[in-house]
């Protein structure tokens, strides 16, 4: 492989290697794509992880690994969301029907994307950052009710 693969064939490499390996950062990812005779920069690497939705799951003593974010059904993003608020979640805070929801850096998509898999009436979108989701409830009192939520995932 000379370098020059389309951007499905990266992503596919991506996917393998992470299926394969326990990769912790977007350079660790860089490394091994270009151990592999791939070149690609650490941005392409960045858009290639949100593009195939990746999230990074905790794997023990402050480390992680990305991994293909899960398609179960209901149940399991709910334990999963519950897993990462204990985990990650550092504080919710609510202004009328819209929560901000500070993580741990680097975990704000994670969260983000399950709070949206879970699809929730209550809840009308979310937007991630690196360190911080905004959630738009239906309304104020959803909201009110979603940050007792919030904060009893986070207690465990």
Do not use: C, W
């Not at 996917?15 to 660790?28: K, L, P, W, Y």
């Not at 209550?122 to 009710?145: K, L, M, P, Q, S």
């Amino acid at each position: 492989m000379a370098g020059a693969l389309s951007k499905e064939q990266r992503q596919k490499r991506i996917q393998d290697i992470i299926a394969r390996e326990s990769v912790s950062t977007q350079g660790d990812l860089v490394e091994r794509l270009r151990a592999e005779g791939i070149r690609v920069t650490q941005a392409t690497v960045s858009r290639d992880i949100n593009e195939l939705r990746l999230v990074r799951l905790p794997v023990g003593k402050g480390r992680h690994r990305y991994a293909l974010a899960q398609t179960a059904g209901h149940t399991g993003a709910e334990e999963e969301l519950a897993r990462l608020f204990q985990n990650f979640v550092h504080d919710v805070d609510r202004g009328e029907n819209m929560l901000v929801i500070r993580t741990a850096e680097g975990h704000a998509s994670g969260v983000a994307l399950l709070l949206d898999r879970v699809r929730r009436d209550d809840i009308v979108g979310t937007i991630a950052g690196e360190d911080t989701i905004f959630v738009v409830a239906r309304t104020t009192t959803d909201a009110e009710n979603i940050m007792e939520e919030f904060h009893a995932l986070m207690l465990g």
